[in-house]
């Protein structure tokens, strides 16, 4: 049966990890991102920085939906491992949001504004947070739904780094209230439109989680009944930890 390791992890765009027990055994060190030098700290490249950032809020303070693919590819430091995985996702003001994996395992975390769900295909289990409010996503993920402000979450410093094209703004986010979650959030950021091509979470192990976006469409009216979810016939359901009672069909 497949659980995640703790509930807070499913809640934000950037920190969903993959669900197989990690090997014991070390694997080749993934290749590492090129690291030219940041623009000098001056007046001039922070009022640059200032502007990007600036330019990415009004972005997506004004998109409404966005749906596309993701490849993500989730790096233990330790252990020097990289495990690969792939799907689609689909996000909705106010607080709609699906990420449905498709390989290497079938699952999907689906928040349908009122409750989040997880579901594994390959067991068919699913586990439901009954009342799960917008207003506990983290920082993370509030601000692609226009929800939260960058510069008020974050503080914001050049990516000392490549994980994108050269020609890519690449920005590092460091929480302004510490958390045992995530240490940094680097972004990059394409620069004619303003929109987030990747996202990066730094653990505070080190372990490197990043995702990469793909054919992204943006403010398509996509319907709220694409965030429906309800169990399939003979599904295991239980409740997440920290749940509310709300009455869910399937559940006492």
Not at 153 to 174: C, M, N, P, Y
Not at 236 to 251: E, I, M, Q, T
Request: charged share 20%.
């Amino acid at each position: 049966m497949w659980i995640p390791v703790s509930p807070v992890l499913t809640l934000t765009l950037h920190l969903l990890v993959p669900a197989d027990t990690p090997p014991t055994s070390p694997a080749p060190t993934p290749p590492a991102a090129a690291a030219p030098a940041a623009p000098a700290a001056t007046a001039s490249s922070d009022a640059r920085r200032d502007a990007i950032v600036d330019a990415i809020q009004k972005t997506y303070d004004g998109t409404t939906d966005f749906a596309g693919t993701f490849t993500q590819r989730y790096t233990y430091t330790l252990l020097r491992r990289t495990e690969e995985s792939k799907g689609e996702v689909k996000f909705k003001k106010p607080g709609l949001m699906r990420w449905d994996y498709q390989q290497p395992k079938k699952k999907s975390f689906v928040v349908d504004g009122t409750s989040l769900w997880l579901h594994s295909h390959e067991d068919n289990t699913a586990f439901v947070n009954a009342c799960f409010k917008n207003d506990g996503l983290t920082a993370s993920v509030a601000f692609l739904w226009g929800q939260g402000k960058i510069r008020e979450q974050f503080d914001v410093a050049w990516f000392e780094g490549i994980f994108g094209d050269k020609s890519d703004h690449h920005l590092a986010l460091t929480p302004k209230q510490g958390n045992s979650i995530f240490a940094k959030l680097i972004i990059v950021v394409d620069p004619k439109s303003s929109r987030v091509k990747q996202s990066i979470v730094v653990d505070p192990s080190g372990n490197v989680n990043q995702f990469i976006y793909g054919d992204l469409r943006f403010n398509k009216a996509l319907p709220d009944n694409a965030f429906a979810f309800a169990p399939p016939k003979g599904a295991h359901v239980a409740r997440l930890p920290g749940s509310c009672d709300a009455p869910v069909k399937g559940l006492p």
